[in-house]
């Protein structure tokens, strides 16, 4: 029997799904997910005219998939990527193919690289972290999670009998080195604002006296923003007795570059006895492709460190062969911006994250906002469409907007008149009533009957 093909639309594209597709996404295709079935390869025509009509139906594809990208850029809310950035000028290295392979700071006989760019950019994070450039190693990644598998495995091979904590909203990454490296994790309890419980983490530190400690510090956690308190964690360390049997992985994709230019915000440093820290370079910076940055000091990474004849040079890194393009787009961006654009920015995204805030509230929609944070937590709206037009994160009863550069205040009031609206519209016919989200941002932010004082006029 024929196998039945469906028409479906998957992000503003009619592609085509089978039954058995559709089976085997099972609940999550009840949430309106589906497999998406790829834009088909096909062997090139012999016949000339044939040949020359395949390509004009190529060429009109791709530029109706350059028009959906654009449409999907211009509704962008949930996810912390700064869209916006103009890399024109290194369209010249998109020829080449620039290939990092090895240890940034050693040469190999591969020659087409970017290394100089790349230690550049090493460079000037170490001193943003305030580690001397003899004293730290680290190289540019795949992105946020390579650089947590990166610096866990550095903990959990300086401390092989080690436990790795992290708090439950620690990201996935987290959890997938533990799997990965077979290693023992334990899950430390959170606040409503998202940050780590302390008082959760010294029990569960004391039930496990004997072993080594390798902690995973949030700082800004994946849904909330919430930033760990990493100070508190060094002196519950210490008097717990882990002096000198512990290593920290300070997880800062995000925040991790924009806690450096909010002048109250504790520093994340070298200066304390942390062993890394692993930012996302394609978030707060902004870039066309995942990449990101780690650094650790060079005493630890010695025991990953393997000379490798065929590459002359040295295996330190997760990935082998590495891209050579990021370095340049990183590289481009620190010059373009320097400190000062950065912390520009820095403050135009807090300043709007408040702005938006404060805009859903006044829509009687229950918001909240971490202080050192430009993660918007607020109630997840109740139609899926809208969900997937602005490619809201959602977790349970909550969604995020993350505000990034790219994000104007009018595109954000333009967000919450839509919301406004649309959320009257959803909830029609039971009846209009704000649902209860006090379980997740907590009692003094919820605007339902129950926790707001005001809702009365609501």
Not at 27 to 44: M, N, Y
Not at 97 to 102: A, K, P, T, V
Not at 370 to 392: A, C, G, I, M, Y
């Amino acid at each position: 029997m024929a196998e039945k093909k469906i028409d479906v639309v998957v992000g503003g594209w009619q592609v085509m799904a089978t039954d058995d597709h559709l089976k085997a996404v099972g609940d999550t295709g009840k949430q309106g997910r589906l497999l998406v079935e790829g834009f088909a390869v096909q062997e090139p025509p012999v016949d000339v005219e044939a040949a020359a009509q395949r390509q004009a139906g190529v060429a009109a594809l791709l530029a109706g998939f350059a028009h959906h990208l654009q449409d999907r850029t211009a509704h962008h809310m949930g996810y912390p990527f700064n869209l916006e950035f103009d890399f024109s000028v290194l369209d010249q290295f998109q020829s080449f193919s620039i290939n990092n392979l090895g240890d940034p700071f050693i040469e190999s006989n591969y020659g087409v690289h970017s290394r100089q760019f790349e230690v550049a950019v090493l460079d000037w994070f170490a001193r943003l972290w305030n580690i001397q450039q003899h004293e730290y190693w680290g190289y540019i990644t795949s992105g946020g999670t390579e650089g947590n598998l990166h610096s866990l495995l550095v903990g959990r091979e300086i401390f092989r009998d080690g436990i790795i904590y992290a708090s439950c909203d620690s990201h996935y990454s987290v959890f997938k080195a533990a799997r990965m490296y077979r290693v023992e994790c334990v899950k430390i309890g959170t606040l409503v604002s998202g940050e780590i419980n302390c008082a959760d983490f010294k029990s569960k530190l004391l039930m496990n006296a004997g072993r080594p400690a390798i902690v995973n510090v949030n700082i800004g956690t994946t849904v909330k923003g919430a930033i760990d308190d990493l100070d508190n964690i060094i002196r519950i360390l210490e008097k717990c007795g882990f002096r000198d049997r512990f290593y920290i992985h300070c997880d800062g994709a995000l925040a991790g570059l924009m806690m450096s230019f909010i002048k109250h915000a504790p520093k994340v440093t070298f200066d304390k006895p942390i062993g890394s820290v692993s930012i996302s370079g394609h978030k707060f910076m902004g870039c066309p492709v995942p990449c990101g940055v780690v650094i650790t000091r060079l005493e630890h990474v010695k025991v990953l460190s393997t000379d490798i004849e065929y590459i002359s040079s040295r295996d330190a890194t997760i990935m082998g062969s590495r891209n050579g393009h990021s370095p340049l787009f990183l590289w481009y961006t620190l010059n373009k911006k320097g400190y000062r654009g950065i912390q520009k920015e820095v403050k135009k995204c807090m300043r709007n994250a408040q702005h938006l805030t404060s805009r859903l509230r006044e829509k009687g929609v229950s918001a909240f906002l971490n202080e050192l944070s430009s993660t918007v937590v607020f109630e997840r709206p109740r139609d899926e469409s809208f969900v997937h037009k602005w490619q809201l994160a959602c977790e349970g009863s909550i969604a995020h907007v993350v505000v990034m550069p790219n994000l104007s205040v009018e595109k954000l009031d333009g967000f919450v008149e839509e919301l406004a609206v649309g959320r009257r519209m959803w909830h029609e016919d039971e009846g209009f009533s704000v649902p209860c989200v006090a379980k997740d941002i907590g009692e003094e932010n919820c605007l339902c009957d129950v926790h707001d004082k005001n809702s009365g006029a609501a």
